[in-house]
């Protein structure tokens, strides 16, 4: 069992940088794939950023690629993604997951946070 907790998101302008974090209660963390994933109003949930259980390996949404850095601490049992140069588009309740692949999928993630809200201003 895998519990995730995120923290991070608020009200920015377009062009700045929010830090979102997860915090994993599970004592097996470094066995996990994580992702961040994001759903705006209205639209289904879409992938963003993705790493391998040791950090070497990244994957990102074409629509962030360039703008948010996700990267994870084994040893304090956290994720966390980097979002810069932030777009009105952007705006969206971010999602912490966890799953055995690094997948764009959103349904591969096994065990899901409760979210965070970003909304960023035009």
């Known amino acids: 069992q895998v519990q995730l907790v995120e923290s991070g998101g608020g009200l920015v302008q377009a062009g700045g940088s929010l830090r979102l974090s997860c915090a994993a209660s599970t004592r097996t963390f470094s066995n996990w794939n994580m992702a961040w994933l994001r759903q705006a109003p209205g639209k289904e949930r879409e992938f963003a950023a993705a790493?391998?259980?040791?950090?070497?390996?990244?994957l990102y949404a074409d629509s962030v690629k360039g703008r948010f850095t996700i990267s994870r601490d084994n040893a304090k049992n956290t994720v966390s993604l980097q979002m810069n140069s932030l777009k009105p588009e952007d705006t969206a309740v971010y999602y912490c997951?966890?799953?055995?692949?690094?997948?764009?999928?959103?349904?591969?993630?096994?065990?899901w946070g409760q979210g965070t809200q970003v909304f960023v201003s035009s």
């Open positions: 790493i391998n259980w040791s950090g070497s390996t990244t």
């Open positions: 997951a966890a799953g055995s692949t690094v997948t764009s999928i959103a349904s591969r993630y096994n065990y």
